[in-house]
């Protein structure tokens, strides 16, 4: 008999890493007036519509090439293995 793969496993580990290492993985930077405003001020208020959902289609793509560069060492897997490799993910942001 032989056992034919599909990849589940594969598919649920790099879910895995995707979920557990998301914080690192999510590229989203505050600007370095908004940083030295901290700095100095020791408080600061993000606008989350100007500063994040309005680049959510920005940070969702460098977050998916992050993802893919990532696979190799989640997986113990060759890079090789994921040159035609691609990645997305669609998580919808509502008001």
């Known amino acids: 008999m032989r056992t034919q793969h599909t990849g589940k496993t ?6 895995y890493a995707l979920l557990a290492k998301w914080r ?3 590229e989203w930077t505050i600007p370095n007036t908004d940083m030295r405003s901290l700095h100095e001020n ?3 208020k993000v606008n989350l519509q100007d500063n994040f959902v309005a680049h959510w289609d920005e940070i969702r793509k460098k977050t998916s090439e992050k993802w893919k560069a990532y696979l190799p060492f989640a997986l113990a897997t060759p ?3 994921f040159v035609d490799t691609t990645l997305s993910f669609e998580i919808p942001l509502t008001d």
């Open 10 to 15: 594969y598919v649920t580990y790099a879910t």
């Open 24 to 26: 690192g993985l999510v």
């Open 42 to 44: 020791g408080v600061l």
């Open 79 to 81: 890079e090789q293995r």
